[in-house]
T-cell receptor, first 113, second 116 residues
C-alpha cells in the first residue's frame, strides 16, 4: 500500500529539548516536503527536497532543519523547540513528474511547553 | 506573489443540499489548480485537479472548473452527504515558471459540516 508514515503521531516536549520527527515514503518519490498547519493560517511549507541531498527552504523555515540522505526518508529536526512551534505537522511526497499530486502523512501533533 | 483565497467557514449544510466553496487565485504563469480534502484526524488527500484553463476536475461527485478569466476554481457538489464533512483546501502549483519549483500554495481551508 502506498503511504507516507510519520513518527511520532503525538509529542509533548519542553522548550529547548531537541527532537526529530521522522517521515518515510514507500513510493520511490523524488519530492518530499514538510508543512505545518495552524488554525486560521492553513498549511505553510517549512522545507522541501527535490531529491537526495537536495533541500530548500519553504515559507517558514526558521527553527527547523531537515536532511535527505536517503530517498525514502526526510526527517524534520527541531534543535531547540519553542512554544511557537506547537503545531500540527505534515510530511508529503510526490513524484517529480506530478509535483502537485502530493501524498500526505497522517500528521504529528506537537506541543512545546 | 502567488496566493489562494477561499471562502471562510465553517459551512454547515443539511444532507442533500448543494455545496459551493469559492476559491480564487493570483498567480504568474500558468498554474495547475487543486482541491485537497482533510477528513477529521487525517492528512490531506487530493480530491481533484485541473491543469489548464477550462479543464474540469471531478471526483466523488465533486466538480471544479478552471476559469482563467475570473481566476477561480470553485468547488461544487450537487448533493452532500454526512460523510463529506471535512476541511477543504484549494491550492495552486506554479511549476517551472517563476516561484519555487514544487511548491503547493494552499488556501486557509474551509470546514464543511453536513447534518443529517
Amino acid at each position: 500500500e502506498a503511504q507516507v508514515t510519520q513518527n511520532p503521531r503525538y509529542l509533548i516536549t519542553v522548550t529547548g529539548k531537541k527532537l526529530t520527527v521522522t517521515c518515510s515514503q514507500n513510493m520511490n518519490h523524488e519530492y518530499m516536503s514538510w508543512y505545518r498547519q495552524d488554525p486560521g493560517l492553513g498549511l505553510r511549507q517549512i522545507y522541501y527536497s527535490m531529491n537526495v541531498e537536495v533541500t530548500d527552504k519553504g515559507d517558514v523555515p526558521e527553527g527547523y532543519k531537515v536532511s535527505r540522505k536517503e530517498k525514502r526518508n526526510f526527517p524534520l529536526i527541531l534543535e531547540s523547540p519553542s512554544p511557537n512551534q506547537t503545531s500540527l505537522y505534515f510530511c508529503a511526497s510526490s513524484s517529480s513528474g506530478d509535483l502537485g499530486f502530493q501524498y500526505f502523512g497522517p500528521g504529528t501533533r506537537l506541543l512545546v511547553l | 506573489g502567488n496566493s489562494v483565497t477561499q471562502m471562510e467557514g465553517p459551512v454547515t449544510l443539511s444532507e442533500e443540499a448543494f455545496l459551493t466553496i469559492n476559491c480564487t487565485y493570483t498567480a504568474t504563469g500558468y498554474p495547475s489548480l487543486f482541491w485537497y480534502v482533510q477528513y477529521p484526524g487525517e492528512g490531506l488527500q487530493l480530491l481533484l485537479k485541473a491543469t489548464k484553463a477550462d479543464d474540469k476536475g471531478s471526483n466523488k461527485g465533486f466538480e471544479a472548473t478552471y476559469r482563467k478569466e475570473t481566476t477561480s476554481f470553485h468547488l461544487e457538489k450537487g448533493s452532500v452527504q454526512v460523510s463529506d464533512s471535512a476541511v477543504y483546501f484549494c491550492a495552486l502549483s506554479d511549476l517551472g515558471y517563476g516561484g519555487s519549483q514544487g511548491n503547493l500554495i494552499f488556501g486557509k481551508g474551509t470546514k464543511l459540516s453536513v447534518k443529517p
